[in-house]
C-alpha cells in the first residue's frame, strides 16, 4: 500500500492554532468522504509548534490529479479548504498556489 508524506506550516499564532486543532478533532463528513472517496485509507496529521506533518495511506485508485480534480468540483471541500487557509501558510519553498507539499522518503528501516 502506497504511503505519502506531506507537510505544511501553521500560522504563528496559538489562538489560531488552537481552532485548527479543534477543526481537526471533528472533520466535516463531506471531508471525510472526499478522503476515503479519492483511495485515501488511512491519514494522519501531527504537529510540531507550527509544522505540520501529514501521513496518506492510499490504495491503488488514488492519485493526486483524481483528488485535485474530485476536489475542485466539490464545494464543500472549497469551503473547507478555504476555512483552514486561514489557519495555514505555505512553506518558504513551495509552488506558488501549493499548500500540503509532498516530502521525499529518505530513510527507511
Known sequence: MPRYCLTLDLKDDLALIAEYERYHEAIWPEIRESITGAGISGMEIYRFDTRLFMIMDVDDTFSFERKGQMDAGNAKVQEWE???W???????????GEKWVLMNKIFEL
Not at 86 to 96: G, T
Open 82 to 84: 478555504d476555512l483552514m
Open 86 to 96: 486561514n489557519y495555514q501558510q505555505p512553506l518558504k519553498k513551495a509552488m506558488k
